[in-house]
């Protein structure tokens, strides 16, 4: 196939049900977990486990089929096809398509800083004050002000050079390399997405062995008789000593994250390649989590907003119904009314009571059985004004 064919959800899925994810990914130059990972944002099943030992044992296991997804109709994935794969021998191809020397290249590390970056003229100028460094392990670092470097004294210009190195070789490969000073980091970022990156120092640590000076400021501070007042505080030893290895950490992302140190038969000047590598990985990981992140609360969101609606409908509903029960009730109230009210009427005149008196309390008990009546259009000019205010106290 064409290295520059569309590459659509239906073609990925034909080949990951094909051939295991392990010989599919090498064609696009990436690994079989990266791949994964692109079949699980674009909603592409895979095998589960024990597919492909149940086709090579002649079985015929049940093929899962592709979802629907309408937000990725006429989407074209975010995968070419590899130059350097070889599809005669694949697991060549897949090896290859992995090295980050061939990805990135071999990293040459200058043996003195020549025309460092700006964040590393700022750092080399922090990290070689005299003063104002009090860290007990004796390491300096000012995260809020320069590029993110946390080392001894003696470990500055290694340091320096291994960053100045790594700064530009992310930059060629247009990763972007800035300071937050409100968060005290150094980030590295392509397009929206960014990562923090640290270069800091092992330290070593051992008991401390009180020494004989130590010893003497105790035994002084023991023998004063005013050991107890102001100004006078107990000697206390350190409990532990620290001591500069010389061995250097990178250490890019937060969770999950990666770090490349040096290790007794390589240093860190010789797996910068791998620095870089990693680095775009890890941008390209946390994209991909973050438009999974984005797409599952926008999926939330639209859930959450017809929850709102049915629930609001819901209430009106229910607010509906006691508003009907209220009507029917008052209707039933006044049609009771109405039937005392005649019976008092025709119980006057059987009974020969009829009087004006009753003529007028008759009329207006039918005006209030009128006004109780939602289906009568009147009001009580008493009853439906607002209730009146007490004029308080007189002082």
Known sequence: MNSSATITRESLYEEV?????????????????????????????LPPRGYWAKINAGKSPRKLPLPTA???ENHSLPLSRSPTYDPNNPD?????????????????????LESPHRLIRSASKRLKRKTGWDNYKGLRSAPAEIFDFEVTHDAINRALLVGDTLIKALESQNIKVWVDPEKS???????????????????ARTKHEVTAAEQKAIERWRRSPNRWGTGYHYPSPPDYD???TGKLTISIGGYPSRSWSDTPKTSLEQRLHQVVAGALDLIEEERLRTEEHERRRLAWQKARDRYDRQMELRKQELEQIEKLKTSAAQWMEAERLRQYIDAVEQSAVSN??????????????????DCIDPLVAVSDAILDSPEPRSPGYYY
């Open 242 to 244: 620290y001591h500069p």
């Open 70 to 72: 309408k937000e990725f």
């Open 185 to 203: 980091r150094t980030l590295i970022g392509l397009d929206d997405t960014s990562l923090q990156i640290a270069i800091s120092e092992h330290v």
């Open 17 to 45: 049900w094909a051939e295991p994810v392990s010989r599919v990914a090498p064609r696009y130059g990436i690994s079989d977990v990266a791949l994964g990972k692109v079949c699980r944002k674009y909603r592409i099943p």
């Open 92 to 112: 060549a191809s897949r090896k290859k398509a992995i090295t980050a020397q061939e990805r990135i290249g071999i990293i040459a590390v200058p043996d003195e």
């Open 352 to 369: 020969g009571q009829a009087s004006e008196e009753l003529a007028d309390w008759i009329s207006w008990a039918r005006i209030k059985a």
